[in-house]
């Protein structure tokens, strides 16, 4: 069973556009959070959220969390080529230190 | 900075073959992951560290082992290599169990193919 559902799983966009990504579960998560992978590296973290209603904004990029913590969005605005990479949400319950990791949207940003 | 170092960047190995996969992390951290990323699949985790010599199995355990006999390394270890083991494998490190906003630093992964 796949607890958090990422949405678009692929997205292609011209630079300039603005897009948002959807990671969305039925289970209550205590904290979420946002990485970033670029090819042949590891994730990187951008972002945690840990209360209902949240938002936090890094440069361009816009993270909610859900009033019922059970979905997040990240929203880009002006998508740069540099923002290419898999967009991967990852949720934790109570003190349990495992992730749970959503599939991922790969974002391609053409120039 | 957090370096998280994994011992190969690409692994070929024959099916049968008893492959490890090590882990090294410099920050001082309790707990360390191994992860698999597959196309479609996303990251799953195999097994977790959360102190010397404590290990316990994520969601999909069966056909690796890991070893932790020091703080900074991991070692991940496919017994009989199969060709369903092919795949990049990642691994983690965090510093506290707990901590809600604690972040997990990885390595760059070992891309592994089993023929």
């Known amino acids: 069973t796949q607890l958090l559902e990422q949405s678009p799983q692929f997205l292609s966009i011209q630079e300039g556009e603005n897009l948002t990504v959807y990671c969305n579960s039925s289970?209550?998560?205590?904290?979420l959070q946002w990485y970033r992978q670029e090819p042949g590296e590891g994730p990187v973290l951008l972002v945690t959220v840990v209360t209902g209603g949240e938002v936090k904004k890094l440069k361009r990029l816009t993270f909610q969390f859900g009033d019922a913590r059970k979905d997040s969005s990240l929203h880009i605005t002006a998508a740069q080529p540099g923002d290419t990479g898999l967009y991967l949400c990852a949720g934790a319950k109570g003190s349990n230190y495992k992730l749970t990791f959503g599939k991922g949207t790969l974002l391609t940003v053409n120039p | 900075d957090v370096k998280v170092t994994q011992s190969s960047r690409y692994l070929v190995k024959r099916t049968g073959e008893k492959v490890f996969l090590e882990c090294v992390q410099d920050m001082d951290h309790e707990n360390m992951f191994w992860y698999r990323q597959d196309p479609g699949l996303g990251l799953r985790l195999i097994y977790f560290s959360y102190d010397v010599k404590m290990k316990e199995k994520g969601d999909i355990p069966e056909g690796y082992s890991v070893s932790r006999e020091k703080k900074e390394r991991f070692s991940l270890i496919l017994e009989s290599a199969s060709t369903n083991q092919t795949s990049m494998y990642l691994c983690?490190?965090?510093?506290?169990?707990?901590?809600?906003?604690?972040?997990?630093?990885f390595g760059p992964g070992t891309r592994l193919t089993v023929l």
């Open positions: 289970s209550v998560f205590s904290s």
């Open positions: 983690a490190s965090s510093l506290l169990q707990g901590l809600l906003s604690d972040t997990q630093y």
